[in-house]
């Protein structure tokens, strides 16, 4: 299934390629649209590799060795950031060896995957179990909708902000000349790759908790549940404020990690004001995120999916699309922090709603004499 979408992915991404990167934003000018289209390409041909990679890691984790998945994984990006500095500054490959670097990392992590599927501890593929099976076709489907909402949600939400950065930039002052034209967009890029960083440690705590909210809740271990859920909250919290604190108090350092070194002093100020404004909310972000993937854990598809279209859709869409009419650039900016406000407020209430449900003891449980009361924590 895999295979046969990620080849169809990639036919389609190479087809309608300078439309993919206009709807992202990528025409701002001449420059920003050739160094687009070079990069997208190479990627695109990467698509295959990367999905299999991808799709591969929960199998290699369900099968007993999470350290294999993560080792792999690992593998992929030290070589990608190894081979970075030399195919873009020693081979002279600018664009197209960033994206060439990135495609061997994934490869290293697809082929790796593949030696472990052919190694697997509990399950040992064969021949037979690669026909398709219009039942375990269906429920895999099901099962992933979520996800797949949530991510094409972000997609959404992605596209409809770089449109509105290249359409008010181009009314400013300043970056409507040619030669800073490609500073928005170039700086929320920066932005969004701390801010994907964060996330991601978000998402890995709160996926990490998925298998032990399906034991327990299976288990009728209710309380075992609502205290994760209270750790993993006050986790995620901690999470975000300490990325807060280097948004708001280390702009300037974040910007030079990312090379922004020798840049105009318009492309520092507006990396500062815009790391400031757009992540003030980290918080909240990672909360609600941790909720959203936390719901999905404990079956509440339709919470889960619903919160997670609430924030990219209606929030993160319609913000992006209504604030820059009354603020201009900035407004962009502040779409982020509004969205996570807003959804912050909607899970709040899905939170304490959780909480109830999950502070009944389950009958079935209360038969165990180690799960019952306060003995649950043995």
């Known amino acids: 299934m895999t295979i046969i979408s990620s080849i169809i992915l990639c036919a389609v991404y190479l087809l309608f390629s300078n439309a993919i990167i206009a709807l992202f934003g ?4 001449e420059e920003t649209f ?3 289209k070079e990069y997208f390409f190479y990627i695109s041909l990467g698509i295959p590799v990367y999905m299999f990679g991808q799709a591969m890691n929960p199998v290699i984790r369900a099968d007993g060795s999470p350290k294999f998945a993560m080792i792999s994984t690992l593998a ?3 070589l990608n950031m190894i081979l970075d500095p030399i195919f873009i500054f020693t081979f002279r490959w600018g664009m197209m060896g960033a994206a060439v670097a990135t495609v061997i990392g994934q490869i290293v992590t697809a082929v790796l995957a593949v030696w472990y599927l052919c190694n697997m501890k509990l399950v040992k593929p064969g ?3 690669f026909k398709a099976n219009g039942i375990i076709i269906r429920k895999t489907v099901l099962l992933g909708i979520t996800s797949f909402l949530s ?3 972000l997609v959404a939400a992605m596209a409809a902000i770089n449109n509105m950065i290249r359409k008010y930039g181009a009314m400013d002052s300043i970056f409507g000349q040619e030669q800073y034209a490609q500073i928005p967009m170039a700086v929320v890029g920066i932005v969004m790759k701390f801010f994907q960083i964060v996330i991601s440690i978000a998402v890995g705590m709160a996926a990490g908790c998925i298998p032990i909210v399906g034991f327990n809740m299976g288990a009728g ?3 075992r549940v609502r205290e994760l ?6 986790a995620e919290a901690t999470v975000g404020a300490i990325a807060l604190i280097f948004v708001e108090f280390f702009p300037g350092q974040l910007i030079g990690i990312f090379g922004a070194a020798n840049e105009s002093s318009y492309y520092t100020e507006f990396a500062i004001r815009a790391f400031r404004i757009y992540l003030c909310m980290m918080i909240f972000a990672c909360v609600n995120k941790s909720c959203f993937i936390f719901l999905q854990a404990m079956g509440k598809a339709v919470e889960s999916t619903a919160l997670s279209m609430v924030r990219e859709i209606v929030f993160g869409v319609g913000f992006a699309l209504t604030l820059p009419l009354f603020f201009g650039l900035d407004g962009v900016l502040y779409s982020m ?3 996570d406000i807003l959804t912050f407020l909607v899970a709040l209430f899905l939170i304490i709603r959780t909480y109830k449900e999950l502070n009944i003891i389950d009958p079935k449980a209360v038969k165990d004499p180690i799960s019952a009361g306060n003995t649950y924590r043995n």
């Open 127 to 129: 021949k037979s179990d």
């Open 76 to 78: 992929g990006a030290i």
């Open 221 to 223: 271990l209710r309380l």
């Open 151 to 153: 991510q094409i949600a």
């Open 229 to 234: 859920f209270t750790k993993l909250l006050i």
């Open 34 to 36: 050739r160094h687009s």
């Open 337 to 339: 922090p509004v969205s």
């Open 26 to 29: 990528g025409t701002v000018n």
